[in-house]
C-alpha cells in the first residue's frame, strides 16, 4: 500500500486490492451476499432479539443486503456505483456491531465475523485474536455535512459520525448542500463525487469560488478509483479522496485531520477580525491627536510603543492666537471652544498634509515638528511652505466666525532648526509622542518675539533653505530670557524667485 497525495491508493499486487475489487463489484457483492445467508435467516428468527440501539443498526444492516440482492437480480443504470454504496454501507454497519459483538444474540455474534470477511473488513480478514479497530470519541468534535443522494450511504455516515461525538447534518443532493453551506455553520463536508443534478465537482467548485466556504475542508467519496478524477478533485481544491467503501477509522482520522484545520483557520480569521478592529479604534482614536505618520508606525511596529527616543534634526513649529486670554476672558465658554475647535481644525490639516507632526496643543497653540517619527530632506522647506499655506487659510477661519457673529483672530507662527531627543516619552501608564531639548526652548522664544500674523525664523531654519526659495525681510537680534546669546531671526515674507 502507498501513499500518494494524501490518498490512501493500493498497489497492484496486494492481496486484498480495492482497486480489483472495485472492477467487479458484482462478484464482491455475490460473495457478501452468500457470507450473509446465515445472518439473514437469524435476523428473520422471532427468538433472536437486539437490544437498542444495536437493533437500528442491524436493521439498516439487513436493509443493505435486501437491497444488494434487489440490484444483483435487477441491475440499475449504474450498477457498480449503486453496488459500492450499499458494500461500503454493509461494512460500515457490520464493522459498528463487531465492536459491541459480546451485546448480540450468539446467533449473529456467529454470523457476522463471515460477512466481514466477505467484505474486507481488516478485523476479520487478519484472522487473529486482536481487538477491532473502533471508533473513538473525538476529542474536538464538529459539524458535518454528508452530502449524498444514496440514503444507506446519508444514514450510516450520521450514524458512524454520531458514535464519535459530532453533529452530522445531511444533504441529498448539490442544491441542497449549497443551500445548506449558506445558511449553517460547517467544519468537514463530506462529498459524493456522483450525483443527479449539481454534482460533487461542482459543488466543489462553487464552495471555492466562495469567499465565506472556500476554507471549509472537503474530502471526497466516490466509488470510482479514477486517477485522472481524484488529480482533478485536489487540484480544484478537495482536501482529502477516499473510496467507497471507505474504512470508516480512516474517515474519522481525515475528518478530525480537517476539523483542525478548520479551527487552526478560524482561529486565524478571529485574530485577524480583532486586529482590525484594533486597527479601527487606534486610527479612530490616535487619530484625532496624532499626525497618520505616527499612527502607522504604531500600527507597523507596536515595539515603537516602548519608552526611549533618539536624537533628530528638526524643524520646530510653534503658533498662537494673539490676544487669545483676553479673549477668553470676554466669551462665553462654548464660543471659545467653537474658536479653538475652528482655528485648530484648519491649522491640523495643513500641518498634516505638508508632513508635520502634531506635538501637542498647549492652550491655543500649537507644537508641530517636521522630520520625526519620519524625516525628510526638506523638511526646513516643508515647515516654511506650512507656515505661509497656515497664513493664508487664517482669512477662512474669520469669514466663518464673523458669519457667527465671534470675533477675527490674528496668530503668529515661529520655526526653528535644530537637535532634539524625539520619541516616546512619559510613564508606562501613560506617555506621548514628543521632542525634548534646547532647539524647543530657542522656538518657544522666538515665538514670544513674533508679531501678529508674521512668521519669524531663526537663522539655522533660513541657513537649512535652498538659495532664494523665499524671501525674507530684515533681520532681528533677539535677547531672550534664558539664552545668553542673541538669537538672530527673519521674517518670512513669501516666496522666492528659487520656489518650488
Not at 486670554?325 to 464660543?335: D, I, N, V
Request: glycine share 8%; charged share 25%; aromatic share 4%.
Amino acid at each position: 500500500m502507498r501513499l500518494f497525495a494524501g490518498i490512501l491508493v493500493h498497489s497492484e499486487n496486494e492481496e486484498t486490492s480495492v482497486s480489483s475489487e472495485n472492477e467487479y463489484p458484482d462478484q464482491w457483492a455475490a460473495r457478501i451476499l452468500s457470507s450473509a445467508v446465515p445472518l439473514m435467516a437469524a435476523n428473520a428468527r422471532a427468538t433472536v432479539t437486539v437490544e437498542p440501539p444495536l437493533d437500528a443498526d442491524v436493521s439498516a444492516l439487513n436493509e443493505a443486503l435486501k437491497r444488494v440482492k434487489e440490484l444483483l437480480a435487477h441491475p440499475s443504470e449504474d450498477v457498480n456505483h449503486d453496488l459500492l454504496n450499499l458494500i461500503s454501507a454493509i461494512r460500515g454497519y457490520g464493522e459498528m456491531l463487531y465492536e459491541d459483538l459480546e451485546r448480540l444474540h450468539p446467533a449473529l455474534q456467529a454470523a457476522l465475523p463471515p460477512l466481514l470477511s466477505a467484505a474486507e473488513s481488516k478485523q476479520a480478514i487478519t484472522g487473529d485474536d486482536s481487538e477491532p479497530q473502533v471508533l473513538s470519541t473525538s476529542e474536538a468534535p464538529g459539524v458535518i455535512l454528508a452530502v449524498d443522494d444514496m440514503p444507506e450511504n446519508r444514514e450510516l455516515i450520521s450514524r458512524l459520525l454520531s458514535r464519535a461525538g459530532h453533529t452530522v447534518i445531511s444533504a441529498v443532493s448539490g442544491e441542497e448542500a449549497i443551500e445548506l453551506l449558506e445558511t449553517r455553520g460547517v467544519d468537514v463536508v463530506l462529498l459524493d463525487l456522483m450525483m443527479p443534478g449539481i454534482g460533487g465537482a461542482e459543488v466543489l467548485k462553487r464552495m471555492k469560488e466562495h469567499e465565506d466556504l472556500r476554507a471549509t475542508p472537503v474530502i471526497m467519496i466516490s466509488g470510482r478509483q479514477d486517477m485522472d478524477q481524484i488529480i482533478a478533485c485536489i487540484q480544484a481544491g478537495a482536501d482529502d479522496y477516499l473510496l467507497k467503501p471507505f474504512n470508516p477509522v480512516l474517515l474519522q482520522a481525515r475528518i478530525s485531520a480537517g476539523i483542525e484545520r478548520k479551527r487552526w483557520h478560524d482561529r486565524e480569521e478571529e485574530y485577524r477580525h480583532q486586529l482590525e478592529r484594533s486597527e479601527r479604534f487606534i486610527r479612530h482614536t490616535f487619530g484625532r491627536y496624532l499626525s497618520d505618520d505616527i499612527v502607522r508606525q504604531l500600527l507597523e511596529a507596536p515595539e515603537g510603543l516602548e519608552l526611549g527616543g533618539d536624537l533628530r534634526e528638526v524643524t520646530i513649529m510653534m503658533s498662537d492666537i494673539c490676544g487669545f486670554t483676553s479673549l477668553a476672558e470676554r466669551l462665553p465658554p462654548p464660543q471659545v471652544v467653537s474658536i479653538l475647535n475652528r482655528y485648530f481644525e484648519h491649522m491640523t490639516g495643513i500641518i498634516f498634509e505638508h508632513g508635520g507632526t502634531i506635538d501637542e496643543f498647549l492652550g491655543d497653540a500649537i507644537l508641530a515638528v517636521f522630520g520625526a517619527p519620519h524625516r525628510h530632506d526638506d523638511d526646513p522647506a516643508r515647515a516654511v511652505r506650512c507656515a505661509l499655506a497656515m497664513q493664508e487659510a487664517i482669512s477662512m477661519v474669520n469669514a466663518a466666525n464673523e458669519a457667527e457673529g465671534l470675533p477675527t483672530l490674528q496668530h503668529r507662527i515661529a520655526l526653528n532648526t535644530g537637535s532634539v531627543v524625539a520619541g516616546n516619552i512619559g510613564s508606562e501608564q501613560r506617555a506621548k509622542y514628543g521632542c525634548v531639548g534646547h532647539a524647543m526652548n530657542v522656538t518657544s522664544r522666538i515665538e514670544g518675539e513674533t508679531k501678529p500674523d508674521e512668521i519669524l525664523i531663526s537663522a539655522d531654519t533660513r541657513n537649512a533653505l535652498p538659495q532664494e526659495a523665499f524671501s525674507f525681510g530684515t533681520a532681528r537680534h533677539l535677547s531672550v530670557k534664558g539664552i545668553g546669546d542673541a538669537i538672530v531671526a527673519y521674517p518670512v515674507l513669501g516666496v522666492g524667485t528659487n520656489h518650488v
